[in-house]
C-alpha cells in the first residue's frame, strides 16, 4: 500500500462486542482519534483494540485486513503476538514451580541432556529465573541459528540445534547482574518448562492457560480453520511479508491469538479467580529491578512501568506488531494486535491506557519531517559491526525502516537527513556520509554505548 493511501473515518469499521453493557461512548472517539492515524498514515492496513475498565469491555477494528481490500478485521481475527508469548512462558515456569516440576532458583544444567555442559561465568550458574528475567547473560540469539532466511528466521531451529547451541555459548555477563533481553534464554525456558511436564509447548500452554482462562483460539499451529482466521501479515506500509514459525525457541515467540484472547488472559490478571493458575501469575507479576537503562523495571516474563505497577510487553514479528498492558490499580487494560511489523502501535496502546487513568495525551505524529525520498534512499544497505551487529536499512515510500538479525523491522524516525531516533526503544541512530553518496557507516546509540557499523 502507498504511503498516501488514506482512509476516512467512516470507512474505518468499528464495533463493540455484545455484552450485558456497553463500552463507554467515549472509548469510540478515543480509539478513533489515537489509532486512526496508524491505518490512514498507511503504517498498518488495519487494527483490532480491545479495552476493559471497571467490569466494562469493548473491541474495536480499524481498517481491513489487506491494504486494497474491503475485509475488516474482529475480535476473533487471529495475530501473531511475538514477543508476549514470554509473558505466558514465564507464566508456565511459575506453574512448574508451583508443582515442583521445576523451581525457579534451579540451574539449567538440571534440565540439559547428559553430556550437554551448561555455560557460567565467574562461576556462577544459570537459573531459570534468569532465564525469565533476561539476566541470565546469554545473547540475544544462539549462536549457531542460520539467519539466511529471514522471512521465517526461527522455522528451522531444532531441539538438537539448541543443544549444540548450548556448548558453544559464551554468557556476555555474569548470570542475575545485568539485564539483556535475550530470545534465545526465553525460547530455553519454554522446551525446559515442556520437556520437565512431559509435554509440548503447545499442548502445555493448551492445558495450563489457555483452557483454564479461556481464550478459546489461541494457538501455536493453525488448522485450517484457524489459517482462515489469521489476518495476513505486511510490514510497515502495507509490503507483504512472511508469518513466522518456531521450534525449540516457541518460547520466545510462538503464539497466535485474538484480541478477545487475550483480553481474557488481562481480565485474569486483573482478577484472579483463587485457584492455581492465579498463584503461578502471582508470582511472576512483582517488578525485580531497573531493567538496565531502561525507563521501567523487569519481573518474571513481564516489563512494569516506572509506576511500579502497570504490566506490559510488546511483540513483533516479520509481519505483526502486538501490544498488551494491565494495570490493576486502574482496574484497566488494553491490548492492540496489528498485522504489521511497525512498533508505533504499542505507542499507540500506550496512550489509551493513559485515557483511562484519565488523561488526555496528544495523539502521535507521523510526520515525514521534509527528508526526501533521495535522501532516505542513500542510507539503504546492510551494515556490520565487528561485534556481531547487522543492520539492514530499508526504505518504504518515505519510511526508513532498520532490522537488526533476527529482530523484526521497526521505523527510524527521522531528526534531520542523517540523524534518525526509535519510539519504541530509548535509541537512535546517525549515518555517515559524504556528499552525495552512499552512507558510509551508522552508529546505534544505545544505553550510553555506541556501536558503530560499516557498509558492507
Not at 492496513?45 to 477494528?61: H, N, Q, R, S, W
Not at 474491503?70 to 501473531?80: Q, S
Not at 545473547?139 to 549444540?164: F, G, K, Q, V
Not at 511489523?341 to 515525514?368: F, H, N, R, Y
Request: aromatic fraction near 8%.
Amino acid at each position: 500500500m502507498s504511503i498516501s493511501r488514506r482512509l476516512t473515518l467512516a470507512a474505518c469499521a468499528a464495533f463493540v462486542v455484545p455484552a450485558a453493557f456497553a463500552a463507554p461512548e467515549e472509548w469510540q472517539v478515543t480509539v478513533d482519534r489515537h489509532a486512526t492515524p496508524l491505518v490512514e498514515s498507511g503504517l498498518v492496513p488495519g487494527l483490532v483494540i480491545g479495552m476493559y475498565k471497571d467490569g466494562e469491555t469493548g473491541f474495536y477494528a480499524l481498517g481491513t485486513l489487506t491494504p486494497d481490500g474491503d475485509k475488516a478485521p474482529t475480535a476473533d481475527t487471529l495475530y501473531e503476538i511475538g514477543s508476549i508469548t514470554k509473558v505466558f512462558t514465564a507464566t508456565l515456569l511459575a506453574e512448574a514451580n508451583r508443582r515442583g516440576e521445576a523451581g525457579f532458583d534451579d540451574p539449567i544444567s538440571k534440565f540439559l541432556p547428559e553430556g550437554v555442559e551448561a555455560p557460567t561465568r565467574d562461576g556462577v550458574e544459570v537459573t531459570l529465573k534468569h532465564l525469565a528475567t533476561h539476566t541470565s547473560g546469554f545473547p540475544r540469539l544462539p549462536p549457531n541459528i542460520d539467519l539466511s532466511d529471514m522471512t521465517n528466521p526461527y522455522a528451522a531451529y531444532s531441539e538438537d540445534d539448541l543443544w549444540e547451541g548450548i556448548e558453544s555459548t559464551t554468557l556476555l555477563t555474569t548470570p542475575g547482574e545485568t539485564y539483556a533481553y535475550s530470545n534465545y534464554a526465553t525460547g530455553l525456558l519454554g522446551t525446559i518448562v515442556a520437556n520437565v511436564s512431559r509435554s509440548s509447548y503447545e499442548r502445555l500452554l493448551e492445558k495450563r492457560i489457555f483452557r483454564p482462562v479461556g481464550m478459546a483460539t489461541a494457538t501455536v499451529t493453525l488448522d485450517p480453520v484457524e489459517e482462515a482466521r489469521l489476518a495476513p501479515p505486511h510490514l510497515a506500509g502495507g509490503k507483504p511479508d512472511h508469518n513466522w514459525d518456531f521450534q525449540a525457541l516457541a518460547g520466545a515467540g510462538a503464539i497466535r491469538a485474538s484480541a478477545r484472547d487475550m483480553m481474557k488472559f488481562a481480565e485474569r490478571v486483573l482478577h484472579p479467580k483463587g485457584e492455581a493458575l492465579d498463584e503461578a501469575i502471582e508470582s511472576t507479576i512483582k517488578p525485580i529491578a531497573n531493567a538496565g537503562d531502561a525507563p521501567y523495571f523487569y519481573a518474571i516474563g513481564w516489563h512494569v512501568a516506572g509506576d511500579g505497577s502497570t504490566l506490559w510487553h510488546g511483540g513483533q514479528t516479520g509481519g505483526y506488531h502486538a501490544a498488551l498492558f494491565v494495570s490493576r490499580p486502574l482496574d484497566a487494560a488494553v491490548v492492540l494486535l496489528t498485522n504489521a511489523a511497525d512498533g508505533t502501535a504499542s505507542a499507540v496502546a500506550e496512550k489509551l491506557v493513559q485515557t483511562l487513568a484519565g488523561v488526555d495525551p496528544e495523539p502521535i505524529v507521523l510526520s515525514s519531517d521534509n527528508v526526501t525520498e533521495e535522501e532516505l534512499e542513500r542510507l539503504v544497505g546492510v551494515y556490520a559491526s565487528p561485534v556481531g551487529i547487522v543492520f539492514h536499512i530499508t526504505r518504504q515510500a518515505g519510511i526508513l525502516m532498520a532490522r537488526v538479525e533476527g529482530q523484526g523491522p521497526l521505523r527510524l524516525w527521522p531528526d534531520s537527513p542523517t540523524e534518525f531516533h526509535y519510539r519504541e526503544v530509548d535509541a537512535r541512530v546517525t549515518f555517515e556520509v559524504e556528499g552525495n553518496g552512499p552512507a558510509k557507516a551508522l552508529t546505534l546509540f544505545q544505553g550510553g554505548r555506541e556501536f558503530k557499523c560499516e557498509r558492507r
